[in-house]
């Protein structure tokens, strides 16, 4: 399931990227990968605020939308 | 003998303040070749040896992408520093020692700082050192750059660290690429590259700017093999470069995570996330945002504090302290070369020229350095990152990302800083679209404008035609970008990935010294070019061409000629009608150089003789008058709009140029602004008098 359905506050897997590689290059390097635990914590209209390792991530509501995880 | 310390680490680790507490007023700005990147140098104050440091750009990688990346892994290969002092925030070990495991593959002595150490000990956390120190390999250093702790251990180890030859180290020589690792390391010594291992690492994570090192000419055969090998070892849809990333990753997973001891689980909520379910929330955020940004521009710009009438607003007030100086020096020097019997050019060129130029350009740093403080502690405070996450939302809906945001309001100030500041986005094409989008956004420089055609043709509604005006400004950056992403940058807004940091309390040092730097280069760029323009505005409209010196303004002098000549290309906007039409095309003109100069020249030329407009009251009620009888409302309207959105001063245009590094994109930008204030004045002229106004 894409990241933008997650439900909130419950740790996942991240399976897949759908990204360019520009893109994916910048996902790889915040540590976004499949295999990282992320957990979605709260969501402003479809963007999506992460925590990755143990930090704060914020992406866009298009990117979360590429993002699969289970 | 100098060592030099060269300070790596992430964006938000606290490198800046870790270097202006060692530097102090040491440090240097300069810019780093070819890119528009600050290389900020110092020395190291309070210790007895020479130690110079330099504060290489936040990275989060030492990949050959990003211009701040190639700027910082350049100077690290060939500048070949004494110790590389990597500042690590201990609050994220994992995602920081992701840059870590890339600096220990140089050929350099590595410290690592562990930065925010008083923030780890507050949320209860405890972090291994000595056991980090034994995965790493080099030494571990615990600091709070922000109360001075633990630094000058960091110091003593990095000296110490600087005597002793390092070669570089990778984590993926235990990991499943360590095959391929060992293959490139020959190759790359067989190839006599420097930093064996970390340019080994590079061939096999396929890096562009190294496999077309020379060195590397002729190995294209075992370059293959290698890469074919690594190809064994990772998903045909990923690339080599991904591949590696994971096993830095699973590194960190499996040596480095384990040594951080979490009170709380990483993803419960901290403070910080508190804070945040109001400040980015889905219907409070943005009003609340705007409100901070309001509450932002009131102090600098507004007259008075709060609306009440006898305090006046703390921008205004320090404006006020900088006119009187001007003012009383040039009266001063009028009176004193009058009765020198110098001449009248010189008196022209010494008090209008040099005092009037200087003059306009300090009255307006005040207000410029209250914004910049605002900003920078909105900046160091981590509130930023939050009001492009909020703002993103908005902005892509015209093609934008939410990092354009933060430019866009500047220009509200001053276009300047605004321009420089679209270094933080992350594509060309949405730098190059944000910089043609932000004279749109009405800078400080134009308000008298406003101010005073709204007071001399819409006395009953002046605040709502000003406000209308701002408006404008905004739709037609709207409009604008909307048909620009469609017509020329025609790829979406690059998505936004940006790091919340925690909200940190920032130090007033910090904030204060980021202002100043920002402050300089403001001055020194808008200053000179400012001043120069006064300069020549004064000239171009006191003389005429064979160099006569004339009545100030009057339609002989080389300006006011001009302005007669470009005439037909203002008529049909409504505005250059009557005999004294070409007034407002000359004031135009002069608006093209500074902002500031619109006003004082419609001063000048409607009413000569009489003082500035922008700084005599009479001069100004005078003006007003005239400008009643010669300006229709709708007229007005056409006239502030051209204004608004045609080219803005030239200090803006150098500093566009400077930042596109681009002639051809300098030219499109100049013709668009100028297109679109000539179609937005003739539209609103010829549909307004269609309409009967």
């Known amino acids: 399931m894409s990241l933008d359905k997650c439900p909130l506050g419950k740790e996942v897997t991240i399976t897949h990227c759908a990204a360019e590689p520009t893109l994916l290059r910048r996902l790889n390097t915040m540590g976004i990968m499949p295999g990282t635990r992320v957990t979605p914590l709260r969501s402003t209209h479809g963007n999506l605020v992460l925590c990755v390792y143990n930090g704060r991530l914020a992406i866009d509501k298009g990117l979360a939308q590429r993002i699969s995880a289970s | 003998m100098a060592l030099t310390f060269a300070l ?35 020395r190291i104050r309070k210790v007895r040896d020479d130690i ?27 500048e070949q520093p004494d110790v590389i002092v990597n500042i690590v925030d201990a ?79 990778s984590v993926l020589a235990d990991s499943a690429l360590s095959e391929p690792l060992l293959q490139a390391e020959k190759l790359a010594q067989e190839s006599s590259l420097p930093s064996t291992v970390f340019h080994a690492v590079k061939v096999l994570e396929g890096d562009s700017l190294i496999l077309a090192d020379k060195r590397l000419a002729s190995k294209n055969a075992a370059i293959t093999a290698i890469q074919s090998t690594v190809s064994k070892h990772r998903d045909a849809k990923d690339s080599a470069e991904s591949a590696v990333a994971a096993l830095r990753y699973q590194w960190i997973s499996k040596h480095v995570q384990p040594l951080v001891r979490q009170k709380k689980p990483s993803h419960q909520a901290n403070t910080s996330d508190k804070i945040d379910r109001w400040l980015t929330h889905p219907w409070l955020g943005i009003p609340l945002f705007l409100g901070f940004m309001f509450l932002m521009f009131h102090l600098t710009f507004g007259e008075t504090l709060f609306g009440i009438e006898s305090i006046p607003g703390p921008g205004v007030w320090l404006q006020g302290l900088t006119e009187i100086p001007i003012g009383a020096l040039g009266e001063w020097l009028t009176t004193a070369l009058t009765a020198a019997g110098a001449a009248e050019w010189v008196l022209g060129l010494l008090v209008e020229g040099i005092v009037g130029g200087v003059g306009a350009i300090l009255s307006f740093v005040p207000q410029i350095m209250m914004l910049f403080l605002f900003l920078s502690i909105l900046e160091d405070s981590g509130y930023m990152a939050r009001a492009a996450y909020i703002m993103d939302r908005v902005l892509r809906r015209f093609g934008l990302s939410g990092r354009a945001f933060l430019p866009m309001l500047m220009g509200f100030g001053c276009s300047v800083p605004a321009l420089m500041g679209t270094r933080t986005l992350e594509t060309e094409k949405d730098r190059r679209l944000t910089r043609i989008l932000i004279p749109y956004m009405s800078c400080g420089a134009k308000a008298p404008i406003w101010a005073i055609f709204a007071a001399a043709l819409f006395p009953q509604n002046a605040d709502v035609v000003v406000f209308g005006i701002y408006l404008l400004g905004i739709l037609t950056a709207v409009i604008s970008a909307l048909i620009l992403k469609k017509v020329l940058f025609k790829s979406t807004a690059a998505p936004l990935i940006i790091e919340l940091p925690p909200y940190r309390l920032p130090k007033a040092k910090n904030s204060l010294l980021l202002m100043w730097e920002k402050l300089k280069e403001y001055v020194v760029r808008a200053g000179t070019i400012i001043l120069v323009s006064v300069i020549a505005i004064w000239f171009l409209s006191s003389f005429t061409w064979s160099l006569d010196m004339v009545e100030a303004g009057s339609a002989e002098s080389i300006l006011g000629t001009i302005g007669n000549v470009i005439l037909w290309v203002f008529k049909p906007l ?32 409607y009413n000569p003789g009489i003082g500035d407009a922008l700084e005599d009251e009479g001069a100004r009620s005078a003006l007003l008058a005239s400008l009643a009888t010669a300006f229709t409302p709708l007229a007005a309207l056409s006239y502030m709009a051209f204004n608004l959105l045609s080219i803005p001063c030239m200090a803006a245009v150098a500093a566009m140029r400077a930042e596109s590094r681009s002639g051809k994109w300098t030219a499109i930008t100049l ?18 008098t269609l309409l009967g106004f």
Not at chain 2, 105 to 115: C, R, S
Not at chain 2, 587 to 604: D, N, Q, W
Not at chain 2, 672 to 683: D, E, K, M, N, R
């Open chain 2, 8 to 42: 790596a680490g992430n964006p938000n680790c606290g490198k800046t303040t870790l270097f202006n507490e060692w530097t102090g007023s040491t440090a240097h700005v300069g810019n780093w070749p070819g890119v528009t990147i600050d290389r900020k140098e110092g």
């Open chain 2, 52 to 78: 110079r440091v330099i504060d290489l750009p936040g990275i989060y990688s030492l990949s050959p992408y990003t211009p701040e990346e190639v700027v910082a892994r350049n100077y690290l290969v060939d």
């Open chain 2, 91 to 169: 609050t994220n070990l994992s995602r920081n020692v992701f840059l870590t495991t890339q600096l220990l593959e140089l050929d350099l002595p590595v410290v690592v700082a562990l930065n925010m150490t008083d923030e780890v000990r507050q949320r209860g956390d405890v972090i291994d050192y000595a056991a980090l120190r034994a995965q790493l390999g080099v030494p571990v250093i615990p600091i709070s750059a922000l109360h001075g702790e633990g630094l000058t251990d960091l110091i003593d180890a990095a000296r110490k660290a600087a005597t002793q030859k390092r070669v570089g180290k």
């Open chain 2, 671 to 688: 013709c668009i602004w100028v297109g679109t204030a000539w179609i937005v004045s003739f539209l609103i002229f010829n549909i307004g």
């Open chain 2, 574 to 605: 409504g505005f250059v009608n009557g005999p004294d039409g070409w007034k407002a095309a000359v004031a135009i003109l002069t608006g093209l150089l500074a902002k500031e100069a619109v006003v004082s020249t419609l001063g000048v030329l």
